[in-house]
């Protein structure tokens, strides 16, 4: 068996998520049915860096899988793109060591969150960012957002959820530029806990509106309880950039 | 009654166009049923610059109204919007003088279609891009389109139609840019043909693919005869940007 590596982007606005859940339309079950389409193999099991919620995008998710088919990469690409629907794209295909695993391999993530501050809505880029009415203090939110970088307990900024077992991450780089009416923050780590950048990006919308000072985030960290945070901002304006292997 | 203008910016992806027409859902119908619902005018009629056709945007569509309403046009802004869909919002809003008219007064209308030649289709901005397989050569269509700048007799480019009297139309003002994968040709004219722009894309595309030469476009535009020019490019990568008036 060979052990193909994708890389794919999907606009999740029509997807109830990337896990496979019956009645749903799931990015993992459309993409399984594409490639089994092409190597004819029926139980086609793709695995993912990590899952994403419904209404969350990917620039750079990645998959492996195990085929037998003798496709070279480059007609994997393409003919997987043939059976997929426009709004799932495999935008890179390789060929991996046996041992090569999408998830466990995955060194860092890098989440972008996308907020937009214009008077009006955007209608065309509506469906890919978080319209925030209010004009945000970004010199604010970006010293606001200082105390987070680094390895710390991110339980504040945590969904409840079937947690993992240690809610500590370590980020690597935090990030927020400006753009005329339009914001994103980066952020980097060797892990997010469930919800986490859209915790975070929620917490600094709160700073940036002025509804919180900007001390108050490293109270928040400190406090290690989820009601501390800000909301859990609109799954629309996050996208899974890039997955970092070591190799 | 006073005269009301409006900048109206829509997806027109869902859309069957700007023009009411029963059982279908159109941009004019539901502009014209938000204002209703704020004036409490039953038979409010929005006066346009130019219909666009199904699958067409406007980031900058101008139409004007008349109303006894004695709202302010910032109030007119806010409370239209809120009664609007998130496909279509309002920009700006103006009191005009009682003989402004949005259709006869405009003097120049800029168009942008925009092309995407990258390997595989962007998820994100496929319904706002024509896609196009084959790497364009953007220097050959820049000189292709020379000879369309100024006056001149378009009908190889006016999809057959109840048409104008006169095909004259003068351009004043087409270029194509490129950035990355992402290719965008603006064209300024004093007046627009039925689907002048997407045969202009779809004629450049050509001579971009290698199909044609670059002297042969100024053959198409000598020739007055539609079947010469090259194929009407898709509704979804053209936008209306702006409409000039003298006032």
Redesign the interface.
Known sequence: MRNVKLIV???GGDFNGWQTQPGFRTVQETLESAISKLTGEPKTRVNVSGRTDAGV?AVGQVVNFYTASDHPPEVI?RAV?ANLP??????DAAEMPQSFDANRDAKRKLYRYVIHDGP?????L?R?AYHVRNRLDVAAMKRAAVPLLGRHDFHSFETNWPNRMSSVRTITHLALNRLGDWLWLDVEADGFLYNMVRAVAGTLVNVGRGYWPESHVAEILQAEDRKEAGPTAPAQGLFLMRVSYDR
Do not use: A, E
Request: charged share 25%; aromatic share 16%; glycine share 0%.
């Open positions: 982007s999907y606009d995008h690409l793109n426009p709004d799932v794209i495999v935008r009006v809505s955007d209608v065309f509506r890919y």
